[in-house]
C-alpha cells in the first residue's frame, strides 16, 4: 500500500524529463579545481562557486589537519548545549573584525544563517519589504514567519519607494536583499537602499553570499564596496563560496547575535561545525588579507571571458561580477546547451524554472582566480562551436 501510495513521484518524474528538465548529479572525481574529472570526463569547470581557489590552498589544508590532530573530528553537540567550542569563538571574532561590525555569528549553511536571522526578528504584526530575484533562502525564510511580505520589482528603487511610503504603519519594516544575484551576477544598488532604509525608519540585511570574498577590500563583501561600513544593519554570508570551505554567518550587533542565540533555530537544533572547518575558514581570512591578488586575478579573468563570451554574440543579461548567465530561453534548449558543452570538455550547469523564469532559462558559468587563459580560451572556443550548432549565434 505504501508503494503504491509514492506512485505519484513516477508522474512528477516523468513532468521534469517531458519539459527537457530532468537532471541527474555531476559526480566530481578528485579535487574542486578549474580543470577537474566530472564523471569521468576532463572539463574545464565553470560550474564552481569556488571563485578564489581556496578550497586546496596550503594554507587552508594545513589548518583543517591540525585541528582534527588537535580537536577531533567533530564538536559533538549543537552549539547551546556543549558544542561551542574555542575555535568557534575565535572564527566568530575574526569574522567580525574582517567584516566592520560588532558581532558575528556562524551558522552551519549560509541557508540557515538566512532562515536564523529571519526567524529571530520577524513576528506576526512585522513587514518585510524583499527583491523579487533574493535567492530561495531568503524565500523561504520569510516563509517560515509569520510577517507581512511585500515584494518590489528587480532593483527598482521607484517600487522600493513605494512600498516603503505605502507602508508607513508598520512598526518594524525590514528591507532584505542579495549584495550580488546568484543567478544574474548583477549587483543591488545598496547606496539607494540605505538611504530609503534611513529616510523611512526601516531595517537594511543584505545577503552577501556571493559579494564575501569578491567585492571589497580584500573580499569584505558589497557593503564595504561602496563604502556603507556601520549603515547596514544585517550582513549575511557563506564560508562556502569564495572562502573555500563551509557554513554561513550573520554580522552585525551584538545584541541580535545574543537574540539569535536564543531564538535561530537551524542554530539551536543542528550539531556545529567540525573543527577543522571552523581552523581552515580563519585560514581563509588570513588568505584574503594576505594575498589581495587572488582577488584581482578572479576579476581579470572573469572580466576577459564576459568579453569573449559577448564578442561572440551570446547574451549574458546584466553581469557585473564574475556570474556571467548565457541566458538562451527554454530550459530544454539550456539543458542541450549544458549537455552538448560537457560532452565537448566544458562543464556549465543548466538552469531553468522554478530557479529562473522559463523564458529567461540559461547555463549559468562562474569563472574562478585559478582558471588560466588558456582554458578559458578553449572554454570559449566551445562555447562558440556549440552556440553554432544549436543556432543561439
Known amino acids: 500500500m505504501t508503494q503504491k501510495a509514492m506512485d505519484f ?3 512528477l518524474l516523468q513532468a521534469l524529463k517531458d519539459k527537457g528538465l530532468y537532471r541527474q548529479f555531476r559526480v566530481l572525481e578528485g579535487e574542486q579545481l578549474p580543470l577537474a574529472k566530472f564523471d569521468g570526463r576532463e572539463v574545464v569547470n565553470l560550474s564552481s562557486n569556488n571563485y578564489l581557489g581556496l578550497n586546496t590552498h596550503p594554507r587552508l589544508r594545513a589548518a583543517a589537519i591540525k585541528a582534527v590532530e588537535e580537536l577531533g573530528a567533530g564538536s559533538g553537540a549543537v552549539r547551546t548545549i556543549a558544542g ?3 575555535i568557534h569563538e575565535e572564527l566568530e571574532r575574526r569574522l567580525a573584525e574582517f567584516k566592520h561590525t560588532e558581532a558575528t555569528l556562524v551558522l552551519q549553511s549560509g541557508f540557515a544563517a538566512n532562515q536564523g536571522v529571519l526567524g529571530s526578528i520577524l513576528e506576526e504584526g512585522d513587514l518585510v519589504i ?3 530575484l533574493n535567492h530561495a533562502s531568503i524565500i523561504d525564510g520569510l516563509r517560515l514567519t509569520k510577517a507581512t511580505r511585500k515584494i518590489y520589482p528587480h532593483s527598482d528603487m521607484d517600487g522600493l519607494k513605494d512600498v516603503l511610503e505605502e507602508s508607513k504603519d508598520f512598526k518594524k519594516k525590514l528591507i532584505v536583499t542579495d549584495g550580488v544575484f546568484s543567478m544574474d551576477g548583477d549587483i543591488a544598488p545598496l547606496p539607494q537602499i540605505v538611504e530609503l532604509a534611513e529616510q523611512y525608519e526601516a531595517i537594511v540585511m543584505v545577503d552577501d553570499a556571493h559579494s564575501s570574498g ?3 577590500k580584500n573580499g569584505r563583501g558589497s557593503i564595504n564596496h561602496f563604502g556603507l561600513d556601520g549603515r547596514v544593519d544585517i550582513q549575511v554570508g557563506t564560508l562556502s563560496k569564495a572562502m573555500g570551505v563551509m557554513g554561513g554567518y550573520m554580522a552585525g550587533s551584538q545584541r541580535l547575535r545574543e ?3 536564543h531564538r535561530a533555530r537551524p542554530l539551536l537544533f543542528s550539531t556545529s561545525h567540525p573543527p577543522a572547518v571552523a581552523a581552515a575558514c580563519i585560514a581563509a581570512i588570513d588568505v584574503l588579507l594576505d594575498e589581495p591578488e587572488l582577488i584581482q586575478k ?3 579573468n572573469a572580466a576577459y571571458f564576459k568579453d569573449g563570451l559577448n564578442k561572440l554574440g551570446f547574451n549574458t543579461g546584466h553581469s557585473e561580477t564574475p556570474i556571467t548567465p548565457v541566458i538562451v530561453g527554454k530550459g530544454d534548449l539550456a539543458m542541450k546547451l549544458s549537455d552538448r558543452l560537457f560532452a565537448e570538455g566544458v562543464f556549465a550547469q543548466g538552469i531553468g524554472y522554478p530557479t ?3 523564458a529567461k532559462s540559461r547555463v549559468r558559468t562562474i569563472v ?3 582558471h588560466t587563459k588558456a582554458m578559458l580560451d578553449r572554454a570559449l572556443e566551445t562555447f562558440e562551436k556549440v552556440g553554432k550548432e544549436l543556432a543561439i549565434i
Do not use: F, H, Q, R
Request: hydrophobic share 45%.
Open 356 to 358: 529562473v523564469p522559463e
Open 9 to 11: 513521484i513516477d508522474d
Open 84 to 86: 561551542t567550542m574555542s
Open 259 to 261: 537574540l539569535m542565540i
Open 298 to 300: 578572479l576579476w581579470d
Open 130 to 132: 524583499s527583491d523579487e
Open 368 to 370: 574562478t582566480a585559478t
Open 214 to 216: 569578491v567585492l571589497g
